[in-house]
């Protein structure tokens, strides 16, 4: 069985989701921030040196990193669900979206996180900089899902757990007022059964 170390109110969220989804037995490690920091604590650099979380340990293969965690849980999963099928349009659409969720989208987002945390006059570069990568990076989000019900297409994919995670981040820093079709996707996606099961344990 695959044990999960998931830190409290963290996106390591996205990999309690997916065993919800999958109906799959896993075992679950908590980890808490420290009280005064913040900040992960030292039992998670204990499994891995980068003591982030979610980490996995299932038999010798330890990993770090959401999109990799993701991966390796869907090849265990014998009726192979939640991905498209290999070389197919929906696919790819599928790895594009589980990795912009942590790679493009990440760092502005992160950055405007902690940039709305402090008194600033909006005139530095890094302003201008980040504005304009949060208003690429959500019109594409907003013009996808105008077209389509889900990141990868007409199924639920995990590209949609990696991607719902940083939504509820930037609607929680006011980047999706009147993004009306992300705003409503994400309302539909925390409708679900397995979304709400996973937020009750993180």
Avoid at 41 to 46: A, C, G, T, V
Wanted: with cysteine; charged share 25%.
């Amino acid at each position: 069985m695959i044990t999960l170390h998931h830190l409290t109110r963290s996106r390591s969220k996205r990999v309690t989701w997916l065993f919800e989804e999958l109906n799959t037995p896993y075992n679950l490690i908590k980890h808490t921030r420290d009280s005064q920091t913040n900040l992960a604590p030292q039992s998670l650099k204990d499994i891995h040196p980068l003591g982030k979380a979610p980490i996995i340990v299932d038999g010798d293969t330890i990993l770090c990193e959401s999109s990799s965690i993701m991966e390796y849980i869907l090849d265990q999963d014998q009726k192979q669900r939640l991905r498209p099928a290999k070389n197919t349009p929906a696919y790819y659409r599928y790895l594009e979206w589980s990795h912009f969720a942590e790679g493009s989208l990440s760092l502005p987002l992160i950055t405007k996180l902690f940039m709305s945390m402090e008194q600033r006059d909006g005139q530095k570069p890094m302003d201008a900089y980040i504005n304009k990568e949060i208003g690429v990076d959500f019109s594409y989000i907003e013009n996808t899902l105008s077209k389509q019900p889900y990141f990868a297409g007409e199924a639920f994919t995990a590209a949609d757990i990696m991607m719902t995670i940083s939504l509820e981040i930037a609607a929680s820093i006011g980047v999706l007022a009147e993004k009306t079709h992300t705003l409503a996707y994400l309302d539909k996606i925390q409708k679900r059964v397995a979304y709400i099961k996973a937020s009750a344990i993180g």
